[in-house]
């Protein structure tokens, strides 16, 4: 979800120069606009409040810039958010953990998908024999889906050996069998 910041002055100067007498006023007068921008300021903070609540998707955008870095912005976004979800549809059909972060997952159907380790890390369970309760964080960056059941991790152990993951990768060494 996007929105759009917008001088309404600049709109209200262009429209106020008029050369015709109008009998009611068009769509593109100032009353209209400034009834129109009335009623958008008065309903776009619930809508936008949810938007944040729910699905962490809202995204703020200068409306004051060229058309072509506001396209740019959005299909940039767009991009990012399309490469996610094939990646999550691509490591689910091989069977392996895929990342949620930015699905627009709800917490509630979190909550339903719990595995056996609930909202404990299974990782620093596994490898520190802690257990370290995720419940705390809301947001699903360091979720995983795994077989249909969500995976809670540990944010600073993700990281850590995600970048242990990434060395291995680099020197070329593989899983022994």
């Given at each position: 979800m996007t929105q759009s910041n917008f001088d309404f002055s600049y709109s209200k100067r262009i429209n106020?120069?008029?050369?015709?007498?109008?009998?009611?006023?068009?769509?593109?007068?100032?009353e209209a606009l400034s009834y129109k921008y009335a009623i958008y300021q008065h309903e776009i903070s619930p809508v936008r409040q949810w938007y944040t609540d729910e699905h962490k998707n809202w995204m703020n955008i200068n409306g004051k810039n060229n058309k072509?870095?506001?396209?740019?912005?959005?299909?940039?976004?767009?991009?990012?958010?399309?490469?996610?979800?094939?990646?999550y549809l691509e490591r689910k059909s091989l069977?392996?953990?895929?990342?949620i972060a930015d699905l627009c997952i709800?917490?509630?159907?979190?909550?339903?998908?719990l595995g056996e380790y609930e909202q404990y890390c299974p990782v620093s369970l596994?490898?520190?024999?802690?257990?370290?309760?995720?419940?705390?964080?809301?947001r699903t960056d360091y979720v995983a889906e795994?077989?249909?059941?969500?995976?809670?991790?540990?944010?600073?152990?993700?990281?850590?050996?995600?970048?242990?993951?990434?060395?291995?990768l680099s020197y070329g060494w593989t899983k022994r069998t």
């Open positions: 106020s120069i008029s050369f015709f007498s109008r009998p009611f006023p068009l769509p593109d007068s100032p072509w870095i506001i396209w740019d912005k959005v299909s940039q976004e767009t991009l990012n958010v399309t490469k996610k979800i094939q990646n069977n392996k953990a895929a990342s709800l917490p509630q159907e979190l909550l339903l998908r596994t490898l520190r024999d802690e257990l370290v309760d995720c419940s705390a964080d809301t795994y077989r249909g059941k969500s995976i809670f991790l540990n944010a600073l152990l993700a990281l850590r050996w995600l970048n242990v993951f990434r060395t291995i």
